[in-house]
């Protein structure tokens, strides 16, 4: 992969280009006058035309003959005509040339030695200890490296070299070289790649692609839970402004939602929860940004255009899309020149690019956290029983990589068929005798779990069981839950009001539908995706760092992919309460307070959003 025409790119370019000019005092006037001639068609990216005019400057002045020759080479590269570059390097002898002028020489030369498939050639000119290569450079030199170590087999150093480069990109040059990254490490090999992150120290940073590269091959992986090492919004020692650690309000907001089709129903969820946060921010006299809202229309093309139409509007943050397909439409566009915060990820599983985060509800990381509860509880054995549903089928996958990467061992598995007894998947797992150290996972809807739990009594299976949040309706019903007492399971803290700062569950649920039972956690997703929106880069440039949202303690990875930290329950009595100790309680507001005046009109309280 070759590295698109982008301003940082093109902005590096004219910095090697003139970095090396000679000295005024060495040139005629004619020749300062065509060299910034020449200069100027090349910042146009005129090549063509630059090139001729650089050829011409070597023959006007022959004192500088090899610099403007090495310039017209270049600017041949850049109009991708390199056959036309090579004869020009011929004739240049380096040891005359001064300043960053060898760099570019050498950079050169190892781009024709790969078009010549010479890849040995290119690794030794792009591999030199000696050479100080400027800052400017610096990104070139790595992708070509990174090209030549592909050429010559070696794709684990071929993969390192562009981690090098990840965050010197942005747009589609990042989310392309972020693909060939997975790509290179997907041919080193799964055991080849288990054997080098067994060997690294913790916080070597190509732990995290090289799990990302195993996820991609179908191989589960462990996903510790964040580190929550700082709440965001903490007030500022000695400040009398009363301004709050990471809060920065854009002045207008998009919300992408689809509102036709399949995903229409949970799009009014998300939004209604969306505006419910909106509305409570008034409750802490903040600064609100004005916001509209858009149809996304549920397919790639559709959603893109929405995000085009955000951008002309003027928005500063683009929350959204909410399916799949439009999220890998919107992170498929060349650039994003305003921020995303998508509420899904995209079908391939592609990594976001520079300026996009995304935030979803993913069953593997109930999966994880369970396992990390159960090991944290001293239990080392295992039995999972899951539903064959697909949130069941990943969060099942996720504990059992999670478990195993804690020390845990997985005795025993089994998945719940259509019919209502289960004898069979019981005595499959054989956990009559089960230790005292072991426990039971499961992962399913609340009717079988409520049909299954008496069984394993019934087969006395006595074990603790844990499960993932989909066990639990999302509301009190203490005759139909009273077979899960003392199970417990991981959810969004803002159903049983376990996390200060936020507005009472009951008094949003009782006017709102949308608040109650099963969409709750929707609703509790949508009232996060406006909390996130004034702390959003704070989290991002601060690892650690997390806000106390309504799904969960929420923090970015360094992929901008936000993760939750859950609150654990338990049944007593079948009414779900949440466990003391489960969730760092802070206090934190969701909104920072104005340092002065009252807040702004939002388009919401003035002009309700339409789509």
Not at 22 to 33: D, F, M, N, V
Not at 277 to 284: I, L, M, T
Request: charged share 20%; glycine share 8%.
């Amino acid at each position: 992969m070759r590295l698109y025409r982008t301003a940082a790119l093109g902005l590096a370019i004219s910095l090697a280009m003139t970095a090396c000019v000679p000295p005024a005092a060495q040139r005629s006037p004619a020749e300062i006058s065509a060299s910034l001639n020449a200069d100027a068609l090349s910042r146009q990216g005129q090549f063509d035309q630059a090139a001729k005019a650089y050829l011409d400057l070597a023959t006007l002045a022959p004192d500088n003959r090899d610099h403007y020759q090495l310039l017209a080479a270049e600017a041949y590269r850049q109009e991708g005509r390199l056959e036309q570059a090579a004869p020009l390097l011929t004739g240049i002898k380096r040891a005359r040339l001064t300043s960053t002028d060898p760099v570019l020489y050498d950079l050169l030369q190892a781009e024709i030695a790969l078009s010549q498939h010479d890849a040995p050639r290119a690794l030794q000119l792009t591999t030199q200890p000696s050479v100080a290569v400027p800052a400017a450079m610096q990104l070139r030199l790595l992708e070509l490296r990174a090209r030549a170590m592909e050429a010559s087999g070696d794709y684990w150093g071929a993969a390192r070299s562009r981690v090098e480069m990840d965050s010197q990109l942005t747009g589609l040059d990042n989310t392309q070289n972020r693909k060939q990254i997975i790509a290179l490490l997907t041919r080193v090999g799964a055991d080849p790649l288990k054997q080098r992150a067994a060997g690294m120290r913790p916080g070597d940073r190509m732990l995290p692609w090289i799990d990302e590269a195993l996820s991609h091959m179908g191989v589960a992986v462990a996903r510790p839970q964040p580190a929550l090492d700082q709440p965001v919004g903490t007030l500022m020692p000695g400040d009398k402004a009363n301004v709050r650690e990471g809060y920065k309000m854009p002045g207008r907001v998009a919300l992408l939602l689809p509102a036709s089709g399949n995903y229409a129903g949970a799009g009014s969820i998300i939004r209604e929860g969306f505006f419910a946060s909106y509305a409570d921010a008034a409750r802490n006299h903040a600064p609100r940004a004005e916001v509209r809202v858009y149809d996304s229309g549920g397919t790639a093309a559709s959603a893109t255009k929405a995000y085009q139409q955000a951008v002309d509007d003027g928005a500063q943050l683009i929350i959204g899309p909410l399916t799949r397909a439009e999220v890998s439409g919107v992170f498929g566009l060349s650039q994003l020149p305003v921020p995303v915060l998508a509420l899904n990820h995209p079908d391939d599983k592609a990594l976001p690019a520079t300026g996009a985060s995304e935030f979803g509800l993913l069953p593997e990381t109930e999966g994880a956290q369970a396992a990390d509860h159960m090991a944290e509880q001293g239990l080392h054995s295992a039995y999972v029983v899951i539903s064959s549903d697909d949130f069941a089928q990943r969060a099942g996958s996720a504990f059992k990589a999670e478990f195993e990467a804690r020390g845990g061992t997985v005795a025993g598995n089994g998945t719940l068929g259509s019919g209502v007894n289960y004898a069979s998947v019981i005595t499959g797992l054989n956990a009559a005798s089960a230790a005292s150290d072991a426990g039971v996972f499961i992962s399913m809807k609340p009717q079988q779990a409520r049909l299954l739990l008496p069984q394993l009594r019934l087969a006395r299976i006595n074990a603790p069981v844990f499960g993932t949040s989909h066990i639990y309706g999302g509301a009190d019903d203490a005759g139909s839950n009273r077979d899960l007492d003392g199970v417990e399971f991981s959810d969004a803290p803002w159903l049983f009001d376990a996390q200060p700062g936020l507005p009472n569950h009951d008094d949003i649920a009782t006017p709102l539908p949308a608040a109650r039972g099963v969409s709750a956690r929707l609703f509790a997703f949508g009232m996060d995706a406006w909390n996130l929106v004034p702390y959003l880069d704070w989290l991002h440039e601060h690892p650690g760092s997390y806000l106390p949202g309504a799904s969960g303690q929420l923090t970015a990875d360094q992929f901008g992919r936000i993760r939750r930290v859950l609150v654990w329950a338990k049944f007593q009595d079948g009414i779900a309460h949440p466990l003391n100790g489960s969730l760092q309680m802070d206090s934190v507001p969701m909104s920072a307070p104005p340092t002065q005046g009252p807040p702004p009109q939002s388009a919401m309280s003035d002009n309700p959003p339409t789509y």
